[in-house]
């Protein structure tokens, strides 16, 4: 076999069920599911459940790692013993099964914070180390979408162990990550691909990134945002009401507070999604706030995407997923905000 070749394999469609049950067999797999019409990542019991024909998913894969609301501990608040996480370990690893190849990378940025840096966050890297992500390429992108913008592709195999791209009457599948190649090897159901599937691959992918139309130019944008009190500042958060939900939905974001609460005798501390949006976000006790107006805080959202992440990770923290353009309830657009950036004089 060729060397190009040597990861790639062909499921055929009719096999698609017994290989999907397989893994059932062995793994807990969270995927798009037809009952909510692939909104979100739910628990897959069959493989008739699974819904693969969605453009993607309404909340990404973020909630599954770093739920909106986590208890991280409970105590006894009279003795202040503090007992064991309140969650069963499955004993069946999982598989996220069927995220787009955006929200796989999303995941990659998350274990840049919280999983390959110091402190290490233990809560999400035993989840993290538990899963397996198979992706599936996008054949059809969104006109909110702009990965191609941000160095995302439609076939990004960043965050991914496995890839899936659906060709004509099979899928072409192929292993990124020594976990992947563990995963498929002693999967009966897979072939070896050919160079005709790989070709095939290829011309869909290009047709699917034709599809991308967006033109915003990010990488140009780092030097305009490096000088922090730019008249642009005053103009680019005029819609915005401050609702958070952009942040809420963006794949990438992962800002959280904590809060020990005390309820019928039992105590736990949980962690919440916050968001820069949100005015009490910096607030200090002193009454005083850093970011008292939309404008200081949408300055925060941008510069901790395109500029912050960058300086501390070498990596734009958007992924062009355009769910913040699809969910804001104002239409503010991101690609204008950049774009607005990179004209303002
Ligand atoms: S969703 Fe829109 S209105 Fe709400 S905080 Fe984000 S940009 Fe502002
Ligand atoms: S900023 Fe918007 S487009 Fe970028 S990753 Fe977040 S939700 Fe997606």
Redesign the pocket.
């Given at each position: 076999m060729k060397k190009e070749l040597e990861n790639y394999s062909i499921l055929n469609k009719e096999d698609f069920n017994k290989f999907f049950n397989t893994l059932l067999g062995k793994y807990n797999i969270f995927g798009p599911s037809k009952s909510d019409k692939g909104d979100k990542l739910n628990k897959i019991n069959s493989a008739d459940d699974l819904m693969l024909d969605y453009k993607n998913f309404k909340m990404s894969a973020k909630e599954f790692f770093f739920p909106q609301c986590e208890t991280l501990l409970a105590f006894d608040p009279s003795t202040g013993i503090v007992k064991n996480r309140s969650e069963d370990v499955d004993a069946k690893n999982d598989i996220i099964f069927g995220i787009r190849p955006c929200d796989a990378l999303?995941l990659s940025f998350f274990d840049r914070v919280f999983k390959d840096g110091a402190p290490q966050d233990p809560y999400y890297t035993e989840k993290r180390h538990r899963s397996t992500i198979i992706s599936l390429a996008c054949l059809e992108p969104e006109p909110t979408c702009f990965c191609n913008a941000v160095g995302c592709d439609v076939d990004s195999e960043t965050g991914a162990d496995i890839i899936l791209t659906q060709l004509n009457s099979r899928y072409l599948i192929k292993s990124v990550t020594e976990k992947g190649i563990e995963i498929l090897k002693h999967l009966k159901t897979l072939i070896p691909a050919t160079e005709d599937d790989i070709k095939e691959k290829d011309e869909l992918m290009a047709k699917a990134k034709s599809g991308l139309k967006s033109n915003v130019e990010v990488k140009a944008l780092k030097k305009k945002l490096d000088d922090f009190d730019a008249s642009f500042w005053q103009t680019v958060h005029q819609k915005c009401l401050g609702c958070g939900v952009?942040t809420y939905?963006?794949?990438?974001?992962h800002c959280f507070d904590m809060t020990d609460e005390v309820c019928n005798n039992t105590g736990r501390r949980i962690r919440t999604w916050d968001s820069c949006m949100f005015p009490l976000f910096t607030l200090h006790a002193s009454g005083h706030n850093p970011r008292p107006s939309y404008k200081e805080r949408m300055r925060q959202r941008i510069l901790h995407?395109f500029n912050y992440a960058q300086e501390n990770y070498n990596e734009i923290f958007?992924?062009?997923?355009?769910?913040?353009?699809i969910n804001c309830p104002v239409n503010l657009d991101?690609r204008k905000v950049i774009q607005e950036i990179l004209e303002a004089k």
């Open positions: 999303a952009c939905f963006c794949p990438t974001c995407k958007c992924v062009g997923c355009g769910r913040c353009i991101i």
